[in-house]
């Protein structure tokens, strides 16, 4: 397994300049080889702590409401408490990016955990300080090429969690289950997994949205067992707002199989289309107008 891949969809191109942006931790800056978190650190010891991917377009952090809602809601799901109100976080990732001179084309990993614990153990209770807050932000554009030729997804045996087991609208440190399945599909020559749910109908990727065009209408699923993903949501938004139809339903792989395209979600990546999957390619096995058009009109979102 190659240490760096240039065939997922949150692949992006090298920048230099990422080697003296310093790191932001609890309020304090460090180079980035010396920025640390203890090894008695909840989100160390358990994964325990929630976290999102932001953006930085032209001085503008994409959907920041909408972000901030989502790990506040996920904070309060798990009873983290922040230490800061959603204005006081949004206003620790300005700082971080003034700090760094930082005004587009960025993008922002925003983790936070429960905070140290005076032992390694699952109560919380154990806990003696407040929340861990790192902000990781990096110069960071999609990998073009990825855009021209397309994914490569291979089906997981592994299944996207109901909410009674996992709720994937936290989002959550703990991603071991999403680890597995992309491993299996790294290992079958894939480049991410495609995750059923416990039904067998489709749901998400590993780290993604999933999305199939038959004709112009766009299918999703009805969103019960995958991420609660922003650039999903705007996707949705944007094909409909266009005039056409969109569906969010159950189907199965043999649906996906004979789509006309397909394309995944992400914040990193907006939207990147797919061209196999578990081995067939799908409609002519090459990014399509459809996926084209509705990458044009995020495009048009993101600039504006």
């Known amino acids: 397994m190659t240490p760096q891949s240039s065939a997922s969809s949150q692949s992006y191109v090298k920048d230099p300049r990422n080697e003296s942006v310093e790191i932001y931790v609890n309020g304090q800056f460090y180079k980035r080889d010396e920025a640390k978190v203890s090894i008695f650190d909840a989100g160390f010891v358990l994964g325990d702590g929630v976290w999102e991917g932001l953006r930085l377009v032209n001085g503008k952090l994409l959907a920041i409401n909408e972000h901030m809602d989502r790990i506040f809601e996920g904070a309060r799901s798990i009873q983290l408490d922040i230490g800061l109100s959603k204005q006081g976080l949004v206003e620790e990732v300005w700082k971080c990016l003034r700090h760094n001179g930082m005004e587009d084309g960025v993008h922002i990993r925003l983790m936070i955990s429960r905070g140290l614990k005076s032992t390694p153990n699952q109560d919380p209770r154990f806990v003696v300080a407040g929340a861990t807050i790192v902000i990781v932000a990096e110069y960071k554009q999609p990998n073009p090429e990825l855009k021209k030729k397309g994914l490569k997804l291979m089906t997981s045996t592994i299944r996207c969690s109901t909410p009674d087991v996992f709720d994937l609208r936290l989002n959550s ?49 009805e969103g019960l067992t995958c991420f609660n993903g922003i650039t999903r949501k705007k996707a949705i938004h944007i094909w409909r707002e266009a005039g056409f139809t ?46 084209a058009r509705i990458n044009q009109l995020y495009q048009e979102y993101i600039s504006q």
């Not at 339903?249 to 990193?268: C, I, Q, R, W």
Request: aromatic content about 10%.
């Open 246 to 291: 969109v569906r969010e339903k159950p189907f199965t792989l043999a649906e996906v199989y004979s789509a006309d395209e397909a394309f995944v979600t992400g914040t990193l990546g907006g939207i990147t289309p797919v061209a196999m999957i578990d081995g067939r390619p799908i409609g002519d096995g090459k990014p399509g107008a459809r996926t």
């Open 173 to 221: 440190h703990s991603r071991l289950n999403f680890i597995q399945a992309l491993i299996q599909a790294i290992n079958m020559g894939a480049d991410e997994a495609l995750m059923l749910d416990d039904r067998g109908f489709v749901a998400s990727c590993n780290s993604t949205n999933f999305f199939i065009f038959r004709g112009d209408e766009l299918w999703t699923s």
